[in-house]
């Protein structure tokens, strides 16, 4: 048996079992933890496939970044409270199940139709596109194909930095004309007299 | 590699329904919105396969751009969830209800 198959029949069903293991826990820093299990199988099943920039990536944004994130806010917010199983509409969690199992065989199909199952990758991978190394390679498509997307997502990054210190910034403070400093609460009065 | 493709490609499509499922069953705001951040990894795990079977790297790169705008949008996000629940005192997407009909 081939090493990336064992690696794949490890760690697939960890990733869906982590996934669904998410879905079911109601407390949002265990869901939280079941999620950075699932990315770290992702980044795995990316080394497999020969992209070893993007599993440095995965872990490095997703795991380490964005997760610390997600537990910070969680923290934030208070992690006692529990979630209610009250349903607002009717039969509603019922119908998300069968909607969702839809969408996994619809997938299915599609998967079947466009690709096929038995389609094997090309052996030639890591000789022919990913010559010198992934991270080199990557970076020639990235650098000489793809540029200028390239260059906008820093713009939107930086866009993204302004919006969230904009809209996290607790005392909104309004600068007047006169340069005098007041909070919004102030000047909303003042705008209305 | 030996492993077909298409089993990458099943467990990224296992991923995206369960996320599905995540953002309609789920009430807690956070966890709606980690369901979201799984769909985006399975369709990133989904274009990395693509990328294999092609035998190019235009794959690899549009998933590392879609990391970078799920960076973006996650903090942009959880910036608003925190928002939300300074005015409503719950991360419970029912209470947010102002312009429910």
């Known amino acids: 048996m081939p090493l990336d198959n064992v690696v794949f029949w490890v760690f697939a069903p960890v990733s869906v079992g982590s996934a669904i293991a998410m879905l079911f826990q109601r407390n949002a820093v265990h869901a939280a933890l079941f999620l950075i299990v699932n990315f770290f199988t992702i980044s795995v099943f990316y080394l497999v496939l020969g992209a070893s920039f993007l599993f440095a990536v995965q872990i490095i944004v997703y795991a380490g970044a964005i997760m610390v994130l997600f537990l910070f806010v969680i923290m934030l917010l208070g992690v006692d409270r529990e979630e209610t199983l009250v349903e607002r509409l009717k039969g509603h969690r019922v119908l998300a199940i069968t909607l969702g199992a839809g969408v996994a065989l619809e997938l299915f199909f599609a998967i079947r139709a466009g690709v096929g199952f038995a389609t094997k990758a090309p052996p030639s991978f890591d000789e022919a596109v990913n010559s010198g190394g992934n991270v080199v390679a990557l970076s020639r498509v990235l650098f000489r194909d793809y540029f200028f997307p390239f260059e906008v997502t820093s713009v939107l990054l930086i866009v993204a930095a302004v919006a969230v210190m904009v809209l996290a910034s607790r005392p909104r403070r309004v600068f007047t004309r006169a340069g005098s400093e007041t909070t919004s609460e102030d000047t909303t009065s003042e705008e209305t007299t | ?101």
């Open chain 2, 1 to 101: 590699m030996r492993t077909p493709i298409s089993y990458f490609l099943i467990v990224s499509a296992m991923l995206f329904a369960i996320g599905t499922v995540g953002v309609l069953v789920r009430k807690n705001a956070l966890i709606i919105f980690m369901s979201v951040e799984l769909q985006l990894n399975a369709v990133n795990l989904a274009l990395v396969s693509f990328s294999r079977m092609h035998g190019n790297l235009n794959g690899q790169v549009l998933a590392f751009l879609s990391m970078v705008v799920a960076a973006a949008e996650v903090v942009v996000g959880l910036a608003i969830i925190v928002n939300v629940y300074r005015r409503l005192h719950s991360a419970n997407v029912d209470d947010a209800s102002l312009l429910r009909w």
